[in-house]
C-alpha cells in the first residue's frame, strides 16, 4: 500500500493532469470539477487490477478545484493534501497547472492550524504583480478633481506602480458631516459621481488613460453603511440596522456620519451586487477595495464574487481585513495590518529585528496557502510613514516592503516623503512641489526591481537565522531561475551578520552548482563573482547603519 500511495495524488501527464484513485473494492468512479461544470458522470475513471483508478483531464495554467464520485459518494482526493473550502461548507481538492504546465499541490505547513491547513481563493495573474497606487482625489490635485488624476496617470506610471487604487467618489451625505467637507466613506449616492470631483465621462476618461498606461483601476466599494441621509434610508428603511427602539443605527466606532446595513435583507444584498457590476460594466473598472470587510457577512462576500467573476474573470477583490476566512473564501488580498507598527518599533530598538519574521511565520500557519497580503508602510488611515519611521531608516523600511512577499502599496504622497496625513474631513492638498526628489528615486527604482525580478513578485519567501538577529532581517526569495537574497539592518550601528540558513531555505540552490552574485540594492556583493551554492552562507557581509543589500543569484 505504501508504494501505491507514493504514486498517487494529481501528476503531470502528455495529455493533461493525470487523477489517480485507490480502491480496490470500488465498482465505478468519476472526476468531476470546475473543468467539467461539476457533472457526476462525465469523465469516467479506469480502473486497474492493483485498484488503482485513473483519468487524465486536459486543463489549462490555473487552480482547479475537483472531487472523485466513487460508488456514487463525492469524495475528496486523499492524495492530495491541498484543499479549498466550497460553498457547502466542505471541502474540494485542487490542483495548481503552471504556466510551464508544471502541476502542482502546494501542502500546508506542518505547523498550520485552523484555516491555514486550506489553499487561498486563486488570485488573478495580475494580481500577483502588482505594486498598487492609492490616490485620494480631492488632495491628489491643486483641484482636486478627477481629471486632475488623469492628467498624472503618466507619473503613475513612470513610478512603477501598476493599479491605481481611487479612494470613494460618490457625493457625501450632508447630514452630521465630518469636518467642513466630510468623510468620503459616507457614501450618499452609490451611483453617483461627486460633482466637485467631475462626471461619468470625467471617470471614463480616467480609467481610459489608466489602461492606455498599462495601469489597472480599482475603487473604494463601501458596502457596511451609507451616509446619515441617503435616499436609501427612506426608500428602503429596510435594509438598515436597527436599535432597542426601532431607530435606524449608527455604524459605531464613533463613526456617527453613518448607518449601518442589514445584510438579512435579500434586496440589499441584490443592489450591492448591482452597484458592484455597475462601475465594471460601465466603466470598465478592475476591481474593488472593500471597506471594513470584516464587519459584512462572508457570505455576501463570497457570492459578490461569484457574480463579479462572471463580468470580469480577472477582477481585484482586495479586502481591507485581517480575516484568513476572506482568504478562504472570496478575496484575492487581504491587509496585513500590522507591519508599520512592528516596523517602528523595531527602528525605534523596541523590538528585535527578529519580530518582522516572527510575525510572517505566524501568519502563515493560519492563513491558507497561497493567501496574498496587501502589505503597506502607511495608508489613509495611518501616520505618514516619513514622520512615523523616520529618515534615516525609511530606505530599509521601503526596502522591506518591495521585497517581502505580497502586493506593496503606495499611498499618494508616500513617494516623496510627504510627512503631513491628508485630513479626512477638511481641506488638504499634498505639497507635491515641496516633495523629495531622492525618495522618489528610491521608490522609482524599487518597483523597478521589483518588475524586473520574479523572485521578487512570485517568489517563495524563506528566512535565514542570523547572528545579530536583533538589528539584522536576512531572507531567500525563488522563483524558477530567479533567485534574490535580502540582508537588512535596521539599526543605527556597523553589523556583521553571518548568514546561517534554515532548514529548507535555500532549497532550489544547488550545492555543487556555480552561481554569478550581483548587487541589486546596496553596497556590492561581498562574495566573488562567481561561487558555488554551499558557500552563499559562508561569507559575514558588513551592513552599514541602516544598511540594505539585495543580491541576484543567478545560475551559469
Given amino acids: ?75 475528496r482526493d486523499p492524495y492530495n493534501p491541498c484543499v479549498m473550502l466550497n460553498e457547502h461548507g466542505t471541502v474540494n481538492s485542487v490542483v495548481e497547472v503552471a504556466p510551464d504546465g508544471d502541476v502542482r499541490a502546494p501542502a ?31 488632495v491628489f490635485s491643486n483641484e482636486g478633481t478627477l481629471e486632475g488624476v488623469t492628467r498624472r496617470v503618466p507619473e503613475i506610471a513612470d513610478l512603477g506602480a501598476t493599479c491605481i487604487w481611487l479612494m470613494p467618489i460618490h457625493d457625501i451625505g450632508r447630514r452630521g458631516r465630518k469636518g467642513s467637507l466630510g468623510s468620503p466613506y459616507a457614501i450618499y449616492d452609490y451611483l453617483s459621481i461627486h460633482p466637485d470631483l467631475g462626471t461619468a465621462d470625467d471617470l471614463r476618461r480616467l480609467v481610459r488613460a489608466a489602461h492606455d498606461h498599462g495601469l489597472r483601476v480599482i475603487m473604494d466599494f463601501v458596502a457596511n453603511h451609507s451616509a ?14 436597527r436599535d432597542a427602539c426601532g431607530n435606524i443605527q449608527c455604524a459605531g466606532f464613533g463613526w456617527d456620519d453613518v448607518v449601518a446595513f442589514d445584510y438579512s435583507s ?54 481591507e481585513s485581517h480575516e484568513p476566512s476572506h482568504n478562504a473564501t472570496a478575496f484575492d488580498v487581504t491587509y496585513e495590518e500590522t507591519l508599520p507598527k512592528i516596523l517602528g518599533q523595531v527602528l525605534a530598538g523596541e523590538l528585535p529585528a527578529r519580530a518582522v519574521r516572527d510575525m510572517i ?87 523597478r526591481m521589483r518588475r524586473d525580478t520574479p523572485a521578487l513578485r512570485r517568489g517563495s519567501l524563506a528566512f535565514l537565522d542570523v547572528t545579530r538577529e536583533d538589528a539584522v532581517l536576512a531572507y531567500f526569495r525563488e522563483h524558477g531561475r530567479s533567485r534574490v537574497l535580502v540582508v537588512l539592518n535596521f539599526s543605527a550601528d556597523v ?43 559562508s561569507v559575514e557581509p558588513v551592513l552599514e547603519p541602516y544598511g540594505v543589500r539585495v543580491f541576484e543569484i543567478r545560475s551559469y
Fill in 1 to 75: 500500500m505504501g508504494e501505491v500511495g507514493g504514486a498517487l495524488g494529481p501528476a503531470r501527464s502528455s495529455r493533461g493532469v493525470k487523477f489517480r484513485y485507490f480502491d480496490p473494492r470500488a465498482s465505478q468512479a468519476y472526476v468531476a470539477g470546475e473543468f467539467n461544470g461539476w457533472r457526476a458522470a462525465d469523465c469516467e475513471m479506469q480502473r486497474y487490477p492493483c485498484g488503482v483508478w485513473e483519468a487524465v483531464v486536459p486543463l489549462g495554467k490555473g487552480v482547479h478545484e475537483y472531487k472523485f464520485i466513487v460508488d456514487g459518494e463525492w469524495t
Fill in 108 to 138: 500546508p505547513p506542518v505547523e498550520a492550524r485552523d484555516l491555514g491547513r486550506l489553499r487561498a481563493v486563486p488570485s488573478p495573474d495580475w494580481v500577483c504583480d502588482a505594486v498598487i497606487y492609492e490616490v485620494f482625489p480631492r
Fill in 228 to 241: 446619515c441621509d441617503s435616499p436609501l434610508t427612506v426608500a428602503h428603511p429596510g435594509w438598515y440596522r
Fill in 266 to 319: 435579500a434586496e440589499l444584498r441584490d443592489y450591492m451586487m448591482g452597484v458592484m457590476r455597475h462601475y465594471v460594466e460601465e466603466f470598465d473598472i478592475d476591481g474593488y477595495r472593500c471597506d471594513v470587510a470584516a464587519l459584512v457577512p462572508v457570505d455576501f462576500w463570497r457570492a459578490a464574487r461569484r457574480e463579479l467573476k462572471k463580468t470580469r474573470p480577472d477582477a481585484l477583490l482586495l479586502a
Fill in 361 to 447: 511565520e505566524r501568519d502563515r500557519c493560519v492563513f491558507p496557502v497561497g493567501s496574498l497580503r496587501l502589505r503597506y508602510l502607511e495608508n489613509h488611515d495611518q501616520l505618514r510613514a516619513m514622520r512615523a519611521i523616520g529618515r534615516r531608516g525609511y530606505e530599509a523600511a521601503v526596502t522591506l516592503l518591495f521585497t517581502l512577499d505580497g502586493v506593496p502599496l503606495i499611498y499618494n504622497g508616500q513617494e516623496i516623503g510627504e510627512e503631513e496625513r491628508p485630513s479626512l474631513f477638511d481641506p488638504f492638498k499634498i505639497r507635491w512641489d515641496a516633495g523629495d526628489p531622492v525618495v522618489r528615486a528610491i521608490y522609482r527604482d524599487l518597483c
Fill in 495 to 537: 553589523v556583521r551578520a553571518r548568514l546561517a540558513p534554515s532548514a529548507g531555505a535555500l532549497a532550489g540552490v544547488e550545492p555543487d552548482a556555480v552561481y554569478g552574485v550581483r548587487a541589486l540594492r546596496g553596497q556590492a556583493s561581498p562574495w566573488p563573482a562567481c561561487l558555488r551554492g554551499r558557500d552563499l552562507a
